[in-house]
């Protein structure tokens, strides 16, 4: 089906650039940890934070005995350093299809549960600038952040307020996004890469693609 979209936006994480793996990410969570002075925590709790709720974060903050806040920030300040370490070392990287953009004449936006700094680190780092990115959001590395972080559509919805947009679309590549897009009212656009196979969405989106090339066909 063709609809006129008046904005164009984007999950990042397997959408824009590959995924960071899941282990380095374990182990920035473990690094985060250890400066907060727990040398071995348990692997549910190391678990836990790769994406917390607000609730199972202050529970296991409380079993260490610490504040859910320098828990948090040590571990956001973690995830973003050596997310930037793979963006350097060439592991995390943009897929080729990005290249597909160049042909959107919709203005574009980046909203993302990844940290808002790494956000602008990929940006940078990954070259994504000369794709006219007009705004993009992560969440802040905050448990404020971690409550506005899809399902909730909050940041969803300030980039579209950014845009001005009455008929976005939002292309993504995990429930959370469908999810956003449908709590925001707006249309989405499942994108089902290699490491989606098989994966089961809770709503049906609007569309599936598999390359950002179908994009220009949709609008």
């Not at 190391?46 to 320098?70: F, I, K, M, Q, Y």
């Not at 990287?93 to 808002?116: C, G, K, M």
Request: glycine content about 6%; aromatic content about 6%; charged content about 30%.
């Amino acid at each position: 089906m063709a609809t006129e979209y008046d904005a164009v936006l984007f999950d990042n994480d397997g959408v824009l650039t590959t995924p960071t793996d899941r282990d380095v990410l374990v182990e920035a969570i473990r690094d985060a940890f250890a400066d907060c002075g727990v040398s071995d925590p348990p692997t549910d709790h190391v678990e836990t934070l790769l994406g917390p709720t607000v609730d199972s974060l202050r529970r296991v903050a409380g079993e260490h005995g610490l504040e859910p806040t320098d828990l948090w920030t040590a571990r956001e300040e973690a995830a973003i350093a050596v997310q930037l370490e793979e963006m350097r070392a060439g592991r995390k990287r943009p897929y080729d299809d990005v290249a597909a953009l160049r042909n959107l004449e919709a203005p574009t936006a980046i909203v993302s549960n990844n940290q808002h700094r790494t956000i602008e680190n990929v940006l940078e780092e990954c070259e994504l600038t000369e794709y006219g990115f007009e705004t993009w959001y992560g969440r802040e590395p905050t448990i404020r952040g971690v409550e506005r972080k899809k399902p909730t559509p909050y940041y969803l919805e300030s980039a579209i307020d950014d845009l001005a947009a009455s008929n976005p679309l939002y292309v993504g590549d995990s429930r959370v996004d469908v999810q956003a897009a449908e709590a925001a009212g707006i249309d989405a656009a499942f994108l089902r890469r290699d490491h989606r196979r098989g994966y089961e969405l809770p709503i049906d989106p609007d569309y599936e693609i598999e390359s950002l090339t179908a994009l220009e066909r949709i609008l």
